[in-house]
């Protein structure tokens, strides 16, 4: 170390009190955002550019797939409207959704969460943020609201390329809704993002999820599994009539309903119930995440 | 049981604080109130009670050693006074805040680490430090320079995190401590991993650190790091105080020295008639004289018409040897590790 210590440290001596070494500089790197901070540090993570990589290929790779095919899937069998996509690319977007939300969403809403806590917990940095003056309760909500808008991210990135895609192969043309009306292509749009959101809330169950099992863990991996294999248990429970009686109180029963915004009217009954589900669950997950983490003693 | 300073054998011990069975009255502050006390801290981990009622007391502008043998419990003393974890029973007062109470406060004024530093590899240096500076309040890009000056690291303040070794991962975390000038810097054996060069940096950092009036709490393996940079040091062990003093209190008094005169058999009359007993080894006689007496024996070797050829300590009484002496009674293990010098003057690396 250099030979610069002792005017630092007679600084140190006279701002000891205030604590903020140099606060009358000119602050550049002003305040950064708790919300900021989670970002960037996602921002920084290899993994994360994986994630939204595949949520902007898999739409080009259903257009590809469907141009090369000379059509979608044939009897209007495969994901839901993969059968419109060749003679409509504006149906790419709502297909990728269709593919997306039950496996690679929850696989990246587990993936980010269970990283967030038990991830810095691995790496050591958690050690470090805790000896800063943040509450602990904040760090978990802000991690949460951080895998929710990294998720959005992707979520972009996915019906960005749907129509980039969609809209090379195909053409972007007003789009016929599942209940036969046909409404404009900004109309369509505007169906695409409301029911893209209503996938992103069902993801805020698997995100407050991932997040109680990194609270609960210090390893990432292990939050990851766990998250995926309850998702999948209460995934295959409820396709079994014996257990119909769970189905209204679990959150997998609604993760299709997003299909109802492209109904005309809307069918909102659906909807709104599978929000009500989403929102109980994220709360009671993020809470009990919360109340874990506020008394976990951080020994890594 | 804490062993009696006074009942060592270990030389001629002063009173430091007298290590009770369970709760050390602490020494007392001269220039004001603490910055840092624990009353009854204890920590269990499941059937292990990993820290005993612990009470101790670090002065504002010490440079406080805090040192123990292996599974001491220093580091889970860290992470209770830190709010890392929660304690059993008692609590910790950080800058006049009580923890885990009103830990936030606390941490305001308290820079440090905890085991070794670490950062997120992807990210620069200057990038962590931004990050984790921005967590306690506006950080100048002035300020990162500056902290990243004192570590000597300002020339790789853009590389990865990634790419550093353990020594700059290191002085990257002292780094991260100093950046809002903390009241009180808990380093967690800061010179861990580091080529004596570093270790020699780090001490020099220290210190200058506590001449500028900044507290500091260093745990740490390396007694002579602790004889060379701490004013007031506190051996645990077991999870209690064993004692707690300052470190000219804590190193005992006795000087062995060896005495080479051209008569040794008449030597050894006029030594034993001063000191008592004489031992030999090697053709020398071996007294226990203090520092002070070491004087008056030449003189009256001299006076009693000796040619005194040599006088040269023949062992010295460190601190190393009074944490052995007192912390032995508790270990079931093998009996006083042989002494070692210089470099290999250190315990076992395991973090306790």
């Keep these: 170390m250099n030979g610069t210590v002792p005017p630092v440290s007679a600084d140190l001596a006279t701002t000891s009190s205030v604590g903020h070494g140099s606060t009358a500089a000119v602050m550049r790197g002003a305040h950064w955002g708790p919300l900021r901070r989670e970002i960037t540090k996602l921002l920084f993570q290899r993994r994360s550019y994986v994630i939204w990589a595949g949520a902007a290929l898999v739409p080009f790779i259903i257009a590809l797939a469907i141009e090369l095919n000379h059509g979608g899937p044939h009897g209007g069998e495969g994901p839901q409207f993969f059968s419109r996509v060749f003679s409509n690319g504006i149906y790419v977007a709502p297909g990728a959704l269709t593919v997306l939300l039950p496996i690679l969403l929850p696989m990246a809403a587990a993936m980010v969460a269970g990283y967030m806590l038990a991830g810095e917990a691995e790496l050591g940095t958690l050690r470090i943020i805790l000896l800063r003056p943040v509450a602990r309760g904040s760090i978990v909500l802000t991690k949460w609201f951080a895998a929710m808008l990294y998720l959005f991210v992707g979520l972009v990135l996915m019906v960005a390329s749907g129509l980039l895609f969609g809209g090379l192969f195909f053409g972007l043309h007003p789009m016929v809704l599942l209940s036969g009306t046909t409404v404009g292509v900004w109309h369509a749009l505007g169906i695409i993002a409301l029911a893209c959101l209503y996938g992103l809330a069902a993801m805020a169950c698997i995100v407050s999820l991932a997040l109680l099992f990194s609270a609960l863990t210090d390893s990432s991996l292990t939050a990851l599994i766990a998250s995926i294999v309850v998702y999948i248990v209460i995934g295959v429970v409820i396709q079994f009539s014996y257990f119909d009686w769970l189905k209204p109180w679990v959150f997998p029963t609604y993760l299709e309903d997003y299909l109802s915004f492209f109904r005309d009217p809307i069918y909102w009954k659906p909807i709104l119930k599978g929000l009500e589900a989403f929102a109980a669950w994220s709360a009671v997950l993020t809470t009990a995440a919360w109340l874990l983490f506020r008394r976990k003693d951080v020994l890594s | ?352």
Aim: charged letters at 25%; a negative charge; hydrophobic letters at 40%.
């Design chain 2, 1 to 352: 049981m804490p062993k009696d300073v006074a009942a060592s054998p270990a030389g001629e011990p002063q009173p430091v604080s007298r290590p009770g069975d369970r709760q050390p009255a602490p020494s007392g502050c001269a220039g004001g109130a603490p910055i840092l006390t624990t009353h009854g801290l204890s920590k269990r981990f499941g059937d292990l009670l990993a820290v005993d009622h612990l009470d101790m007391e670090v002065c504002r502008g010490d440079v406080f050693g805090f040192l123990g043998p292996n599974g001491a419990g220093k580091t889970t003393v860290i992470r209770l006074v830190l709010g890392l974890i929660h304690p059993t029973a008692g609590y910790a007062e950080v800058c006049s805040h009580r923890v885990p109470g009103e830990l936030q406060e606390a941490l305001r004024h308290v820079g440090g680490f905890v085991d070794d530093p670490t950062f997120y590899p992807l990210m620069s240096a200057r990038r962590n430090l931004r990050l984790f500076g921005s967590m306690t309040g506006p950080i100048s890009e002035e300020r990162i320079e500056e902290v990243l000056e004192i570590v000597d690291l300002l020339d790789r303040a853009d590389d990865r995190v990634g790419g550093f070794s353990h020594g700059m991962k290191q002085r990257l975390g002292i780094a991260q401590a100093l950046l809002h000038s903390p009241e009180l810097i808990v380093l967690d054996e800061p010179t861990s991993g580091l080529d004596p060069r570093g270790m020699k940096d780090v001490r020099e950092l220290i210190r200058s650190l506590g001449e500028a009036g900044t507290t500091v709490f260093l745990s740490s393996h390396l007694l002579h790091e602790v004889e060379q940079v701490c004013t007031r040091a506190v051996i645990i062990n077991k999870g209690r105080v064993v004692v707690q003093g300052t470190v000219a209190e804590l190193r005992p008094k006795s000087l062995a020295v060896k005495v080479m005169t051209g008569d040794q058999r008449k030597a050894a009359e006029t030594l034993r008639g001063l000191f008592g007993s004489v031992r030999e080894d090697d053709g020398y006689l071996i007294v226990e004289v203090g520092e002070e007496a070491t004087a008056e024996m030449v003189r009256r070797l001299v006076a009693d018409g000796l040619d005194v050829r040599a006088v040269v300590p023949a062992h010295e009484q460190g601190l190393e040897d009074f944490f052995l002496e007192l912390t032995k009674e508790d270990e079931s293990g093998p009996a006083r590790p042989k002494r070692r010098s210089g470099l290999g003057r250190v315990l076992p690396v395991r973090r306790s």
